[in-house]
């Protein structure tokens, strides 16, 4: 007679989704005023979170800003694969002031020489890009805006672009002045070469009332 084998079924395992542990911790770090940057890092936090004076603040983009933005990436990674001056990149948390522990921003996009490029790519920069890039949105607070300009630009940032979604225009900010831009964007000290139409930034993108 043959003898029956039986076999002990393992003990289940329920699966923990990682959003939920990332979200335990935004909600621990939120209403704090002494967050520091390290921690921020730490936190893997589910959305992209800038730092002011040590509390949380979370980007939250819209759909236009997130079209315009993905306009915007396609022609800066077209241009630098021809001309290999540097690194674009989106949604990077910047220590644009490595000695303030509670301080840090996100530029909607940047550009970056090569030769200033961290060695250390997994960690927040402690530096201030060459070029930003900040969508703005109608809902965005315009004088919080320019601080931030004015933050990038004190540290080091040669030009920001402020694209202005309701007028479909630019603003370009450096440290001489600010001017209105209708027509085209260029940088031709950190980028040769390289122009991008207003148009071409909103193409495809359907004109909001």
């Known amino acids: 007679m043959a003898e029956t084998l039986t076999m002990e079924a393992p003990p289940m395992t329920v699966p923990t989704y990682p959003g939920r542990a990332a979200f335990k911790k935004s909600l621990s770090l939120e209403g704090r005023t002494d967050v520091t940057v390290d921690e921020l890092e730490r936190a893997s936090l589910p959305a992209s979170a800038e730092l002011y004076d040590g509390k949380v603040v979370f980007k939250m983009p819209n759909l236009e800003h997130g079209m315009v933005q993905l306009n915007f990436a396609a022609e800066f990674k077209n241009y630098l694969r021809q001309n290999p001056v540097g690194y674009a990149m989106t949604e990077t948390n910047f220590r644009i002031w490595p000695e303030r522990l509670r301080e ?72 001489s002045g600010i001017r209105r831009e209708r027509k085209k964007l260029a940088a031709p000290d950190l980028l040769p070469g390289f122009e991008l139409s207003l148009e071409k930034i909103f193409e495809d993108i359907p004109l909001q009332a």
């Open 104 to 175: 840090s921003r996100i530029p909607d996009l940047v550009f970056l020489k090569k030769e200033r490029l961290p060695k250390d790519l997994r960690h927040f920069p402690a530096l201030a890009p060459d070029l930003a890039v900040e969508i703005i949105s109608p809902e965005d607070n315009f004088s919080e805006v320019m601080d931030k300009v004015d933050a990038y630009l004190e540290q080091g940032t040669q030009v920001v672009w402020l694209i202005m979604c309701v007028k479909r225009e630019a603003l370009i900010c450096t440290s």
